[in-house]
Nanobody, 124 residues
């Protein structure tokens, strides 16, 4: 089992920045790939970014590429999502996920463990 705890969400204005954190505990060796997803009200959960914990390669959704950066510190079992130039359409609950998958998949069904989520609200 892997436990994931997100933090760092909040209410910001358009153009501001936020940094989300996800701390993993438990059987973290099975967390080969870490991902961030988000869900806006009335919409399905969507992929935001993913990172391979070992080699650090990354993947981003087109909607956030160039504005968001995913990074990790394996010694701290922590993954971050730095979000810059935030837009109102970035509003939603952001979830951290982990899985024993080798590819940087954007499919939520490939991830085994999920955090409770942290709310991000961007006002215009």
């Amino acid at each position: 089992q892997v436990q994931l705890v997100e933090s760092g969400g909040g209410l910001v204005q358009a153009g501001d920045s936020l940094r989300l954190s996800c701390v993993a505990s438990g059987r973290t060796s099975s967390s080969v790939t870490m991902g961030w997803f988000r869900q806006a009200p009335g919409k399905e959960r969507e992929f935001v970014a993913a990172i391979r914990r070992t080699i650090g390669n990354t993947r981003y959704a087109d909607s956030v590429r160039g504005r968001f950066t995913i990074s990790r510190d394996n010694a701290k079992n922590t993954v971050w999502l730095q979000m810059n130039s935030l837009k109102p359409e970035d509003t939603g609950v952001y979830y951290c996920a982990s899985g024993a998958i080798l590819g940087l998949t954007s499919s939520e069904y490939a991830y085994d463990y999920w955090g409770q989520g942290t709310q991000v609200t961007v006002s215009s």
